[in-house]
């Protein structure tokens, strides 16, 4: 992140400013637990994406760091809602805001981050700007209903789940990388390769995440191992170890999906099939196609330190440890 850094890290400065400013309001709740997820160690992977995209193409403004700021307002927002739903009690190595002030309180702040960011982006003028991030948040919405539905499916095959990611976690960050572009006023083409990076980093980054899950200890990671299991999320390690294992296995690990309580022996026994049948390796080979081809869309951009720290940030997508 370092190369990032180097271009962006005043902007950034900016846009931590940005959140304090935005969070203002009469209701002391909302501030207070908006300033601890805020301040709660995201690597504002977001902000930092529209922050370089508009740089990258020239702009020389100054609403690159208010709508970095209200990307990571709607990042905000969805993960207060998921922490409700997946009973989460660790984000990002703290507990999480709903075990503090409880699931009612959790859920209404991720509401008013929400209505605040299309408050802000009304405020920006950009009906361009406004549609690309709104279609964002709405498709959002419709991949957590989809991961719901998906609960517990043993049926999840590769496609259905990458459909699923690109709508939870992908569409965001596409989001923030074409905007950034909207700024520059740039052609139809390089608008497009820049939604286009953020799409396939985005799929790249949720299958880091998915490989984290079962190979991270809780410490590094900063949240709970085998939360996704224990949630019934067939991730993509796990969709490939269904493919490969045999039918007792297979019948066991469907029974621990579908348990209310996941036990250390479960964990376990899943953690060692998952390894076992080289569900990290395929997931891990899968994110590295993702970045080579999120990279490749960048090959109509000319050679640039700002067009570097872009590659730098892709390549860390696929080392990050956490």
Same mark, same amino acid.
């Given at each position: 992140?370092?190369?990032?850094?180097?271009?962006?890290?005043?902007?950034?400065?900016?846009?931590?400013?940005?959140?304090?400013?935005?969070?203002?309001?009469? @209701?002391?709740? *909302?501030?207070?637990?908006?300033?601890? @997820? !805020?301040?709660?160690?995201?690597?504002?992977?977001?902000?930092?994406?529209?922050?370089?995209?508009?740089?990258l193409m020239g702009y020389q403004g100054e609403r690159h760091v208010p709508l970095a700021s209200v990307v990571e307002f709607i990042h905000t927002a969805t993960l207060l809602h998921d922490d409700v739903v997946d009973n989460a009690n660790l984000?990002?190595?703290?507990?999480?805001?709903?075990?503090?002030?409880?699931?009612?309180?959790?859920?209404?702040?991720?509401?008013?981050?929400?209505?605040?960011?299309?408050? $802000?982006?009304?405020?920006?003028?950009? $009906?361009?700007?406004?549609?690309?991030?709104?279609?964002?948040?709405?498709? =959002?919405?419709?991949?957590?209903?989809?991961?719901? &539905?998906?609960?517990?499916?043993?049926?999840?095959?590769?496609?259905?789940?990458?459909?699923?990611?690109?709508?939870?976690?992908? @569409?965001? =960050?596409?989001?923030?990388?074409?905007?950034?572009?909207? $700024?520059?006023?740039v052609s139809s083409e390089r608008e497009c390769a820049m939604r286009d990076f953020g799409m396939d980093m985005g799929i790249a980054f949720q299958l880091m995440d998915d490989v984290l899950d079962y190979a991270a200890n809780q410490e590094e990671?900063?949240?709970? =191992?085998?939360?996704?299991?224990?949630?019934?999320? *067939?991730?993509?390690?796990? =969709?490939?170890? !269904?493919?490969?294992?045999?039918?007792?296995?297979?019948?066991?690990?469907?029974?621990? &999906?579908?348990?209310?309580?996941?036990?250390?022996?479960?964990?376990?026994?899943?953690?060692?099939?998952?390894?076992?049948?080289?569900? *990290?390796?395929?997931?891990?080979?899968?994110?590295?196609?993702?970045?080579?081809?999120?990279?490749?869309?960048?090959?109509?951009?000319?050679?640039?330190?700002?067009?570097?720290?872009?590659?730098?940030?892709?390549?860390?997508?696929?080392?990050?440890?956490?």
């Amino acid at each position: 992140m370092e190369s990032v850094l180097a271009f962006i890290g005043d902007d950034l400065k900016g846009v931590e400013r940005q959140f304090k400013k935005d969070l203002e309001s009469n @209701v002391p709740l *909302i501030r207070k637990v908006g300033e601890y @997820v !805020l301040s709660s160690g995201g690597k504002r992977i977001r902000p930092a994406l529209l922050l370089l995209s508009a740089r990258l193409m020239g702009y020389q403004g100054e609403r690159h760091v208010p709508l970095a700021s209200v990307v990571e307002f709607i990042h905000t927002a969805t993960l207060l809602h998921d922490d409700v739903v997946d009973n989460a009690n660790l984000r990002r190595g703290f507990a999480s805001a709903n075990t503090l002030w409880g699931n009612e309180a959790s859920v209404l702040v991720g509401d008013f981050l929400f209505s605040k960011s299309f408050s $802000l982006m009304v405020a920006d003028g950009d $009906l361009k700007v406004l549609k690309v991030l709104s279609e964002a948040t709405t498709r =959002i919405a419709e991949g957590e209903v989809l991961q719901l &539905v998906c609960t517990s499916d043993m049926t999840m095959t590769e496609p259905r789940y990458i459909d699923v990611v690109r709508c939870k976690t992908a @569409v965001l =960050i596409s989001a923030a990388c074409q905007a950034g572009a909207i $700024l520059g006023k740039v052609s139809s083409e390089r608008e497009c390769a820049m939604r286009d990076f953020g799409m396939d980093m985005g799929i790249a980054f949720q299958l880091m995440d998915d490989v984290l899950d079962y190979a991270a200890n809780q410490e590094e990671l900063g949240k709970s =191992i085998g939360h996704d299991l224990e949630e019934g999320k *067939i991730t993509l390690p796990l =969709i490939h170890t !269904l493919q490969h294992c045999n039918g007792e296995e297979k019948d066991r690990i469907a029974d621990i &999906v579908s348990a209310e309580t996941l036990s250390d022996d479960d964990f376990a026994f899943v953690f060692d099939a998952v390894h076992r049948y080289g569900g *990290i390796e395929f997931t891990v080979k899968r994110a590295e196609e993702y970045i080579a081809r999120a990279k490749s869309n960048l090959s109509i951009f000319p050679a640039s330190p700002h067009l570097s720290a872009f590659l730098d940030l892709a390549d860390y997508v696929v080392t990050r440890q956490r």
